[in-house]
């Protein structure tokens, strides 16, 4: 067997040799089992059953498209209607549910695999896109047959024992899902480093790759991998020598991190004595062990979405409570940032039906739809202040992008301390309230943020996203996320500076942060608190404690006034030597 390799961006570190499992999330598994002649008409209506109710499900989901929605995308539902009334989807599968005897998923996917070949075979090449229509439409059928079909996570968990996992796309909710299974390492077709999935992955401390475009082509089931996380290499079917080799930088870099460990108790101090706050970014329990591990000194970024996601109703004020008082205790009472719910975009829950939108990420997202829904805000602003009482819990809000959005907090959060100082219900009167700058318009007006808020915290993944206009999600565009861009720099730049004049604390918690090749950097733009990943968080350490800050402020600046990236590129590296 010839060995061969891909490159896509790596995400985290670590390498896995491991066998491959595929999961296609756009088509759900499925398998074929017989079915008694005596029971074949009711598998025939069973199966016209689940055709009806896509078709009710894609009617329902027309009839509330906005007004304003572009024409493609009702367009788009109207296709995959007709495509439901076409005999092609509706026939054929009964005949071969009669012919073949078997369960209804597999004649559909038995069909749905005939019309794709079609399809692919066509010349022209937007024909050639339909097939994408097909899966849709078929997949939304599968679900209703499946019950909401077989997804990532409910795959046996011993079938992804020690499995590299390839897929096409997973949510932030599928890689959730999968946090307790034992998985040697996550291979994604789509997505850019930033994206949720991306930073779920790396919370696993999982080696993970994404945008490893046309994987699925190219690797098979059971296909032996070698995945360096670091490289962004997938290495298929390796020979033995490439294996040896790699099991040889597998035993360096577990030494490396376990070297990294004598660094827990050290403080961060430059070596000229420059204290820097260095926290840590937490989402999962699993980040919980690591912030323990390696000694963080406090949270700055506890995203609390996942409390939302893979259930059927949002939760109630005593669950979040309950979880905040956890964390704490669990963290031993460090000083910790809990930022209210971020969903939208990317982030979806099961219960929240946001409207179809062109551009989710710039749609109804984080504290947009917290001031929309407030059964989804209330409770949790209600827990944060009860919690506030118990430990040193500070509280902060992501995508602003005007000061009104920050009155109609202070608006609601006073209406509660009235009602807890009314009821004797205890809370801490002088709760931080802070505020994400990851929206360029609260970039450029940070002053006015820094006047009303008691820090701020700059959030480079979305901030990145919407300055230079790419979906973090999309590996197409991902060419152009460039935290090196000087936009993105004097954005950077001048949110410090606002906290300066007006005696705020400016912190950084976006994945930059925790590139070891920009700490240099953003230690001499001016920052003093990093908040990153735990699982990289003592090598920002040694990085801090090898600085001289004296020197870096100059050189920072020359990278932040640079003619162009490459020049930028070429100062940062002179730096961090
Ligand atoms: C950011 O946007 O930089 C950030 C830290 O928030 P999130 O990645 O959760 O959107
Ligand atoms: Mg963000």
């Not at 079915?35 to 009710?56: K, M, P, Y």
């Not at 989807?89 to 996917?109: D, G, H, S, Y």
């Not at 506890?302 to 939302?308: A, D, G, S, V």
Request: glycine fraction near 6%; charge should be negative; hydrophobic fraction near 40%.
């Amino acid at each position: 067997m010839t060995t061969f390799s891909m490159q896509g961006i790596g995400v985290s570190r670590g390498i896995a040799i491991s066998k491959v499992h595929i999961i296609e999330r756009n088509q759900p598994e499925t398998r074929e089992y017989h079915i008694e002649e005596n029971t074949l008409q009711q598998e025939i209506a069973r199966f016209r059953i689940a055709v009806s109710l896509a078709r009710q499900q894609l009617c329902s989901v027309r009839e509330h498209i906005p007004i304003d929605t572009p024409g493609n995308i009702s367009s788009f539902i109207d296709t995959h209607l007709l495509m439901l009334e076409d005999s092609a989807l509706t026939k054929e599968p009964v005949n071969i549910i009669r012919e073949r005897q078997c369960n209804a998923e597999w004649a559909l996917k038995l069909q749905r695999d005939a019309l794709v070949s079609i399809f692919e075979e066509m010349d022209d090449a937007y024909l050639r896109t339909r097939k994408d229509d097909v899966d849709h439409v078929v997949n939304r059928i599968q679900r209703i047959l499946m019950d909401q079909g077989l997804k990532a996570h409910e795959v046996p968990d011993s079938h992804l024992d020690g499995y590299i996992i390839l897929a096409d796309d997973l949510s932030p909710a599928d890689t959730v899902m999968m946090q307790h299974k034992k998985i040697a390492a996550f291979v994604i077709e789509h997505g850019g480093p930033t994206s949720h999935t991306a930073i779920l992955a790396r919370s696993l401390g999982i080696p993970s790759i994404v945008g490893l475009r046309r994987a699925l082509r190219y690797i098979h089931e059971d296909d032996l991998l070698i995945v360096d996380a670091h490289e962004g290499v997938v290495l298929i079917n390796p020979s033995e020598a490439i294996q040896t080799y790699y099991r040889q930088k597998q035993l360096e870099q577990i030494r490396y991190q376990a070297e990294l460990i004598n660094l827990k108790e050290a403080p961060a101090i430059s070596r000229d004595g420059v204290e820097i706050s260095l926290q840590a970014n937490i989402e999962l329990e699993k980040d919980f062990e690591i912030v323990e591990k390696v000694g963080a000194q406090g949270v700055g970024l506890y995203r609390t979405e996942h409390l939302y996601m893979n259930r059927g109703s949002p939760p109630a004020e005593e669950e979040h409570y309950l979880t905040y008082i956890e964390v704490m205790e669990t963290l031993g009472n460090i000083p910790l940032t809990l930022r209210t719910m971020d969903l939208g975009a990317d982030k979806t829950t099961d219960y929240e039906s946001t409207p179809l939108s062109a551009n989710p990420a710039l749609g109804l997202r984080a504290i947009r739809l917290c001031l929309k829904e407030p059964s989804l805000f209330e409770p949790q602003l209600r827990a944060v202040l009860r919690a506030s009482a118990k430990g040193p819990l500070r509280m902060m809000i992501p995508m602003l992008s005007n000061i009104q959005e920050v009155r109609e907090i202070f608006f609601i959060l006073e209406g509660i301390k009235e009602e807890f100082t009314a009821k004797g219900i205890p809370f801490n009167p002088d709760l931080k309230v802070g505020g994400m700058i990851e929206v360029p318009a609260a970039a450029i007006c940070a002053d006015r943020f820094a006047q009303h808020l008691d820090f701020l915290s700059i959030g480079t993944n979305d901030l990145i996203q919407y300055l230079m206009a790419i979906d973090r999600v999309n590996d197409e565009v991902n060419y152009l996320y460039d935290p090196l861009n000087p936009a993105v720099l004097r954005l950077i730049h001048m949110t410090i500076k606002a906290g300066k004049q007006y005696n705020t604390p400016v912190a950084i918690c976006g994945e930059m942060a925790g590139d070891p090749r920009f700490v240099k950097l953003l230690l001499g733009l001016g920052l003093r608190e990093l908040s990153v990943h735990p699982v990289i968080l003592l090598e920002i350490k040694r990085i801090i404690r090898e600085s001289r800050i004296s020197d870096l402020e100059s050189e920072a600046l020359k990278i932040l006034n640079a003619k162009d990236s490459i020049h930028a590129n070429e100062l940062l590296e002179a730096l961090n030597r």
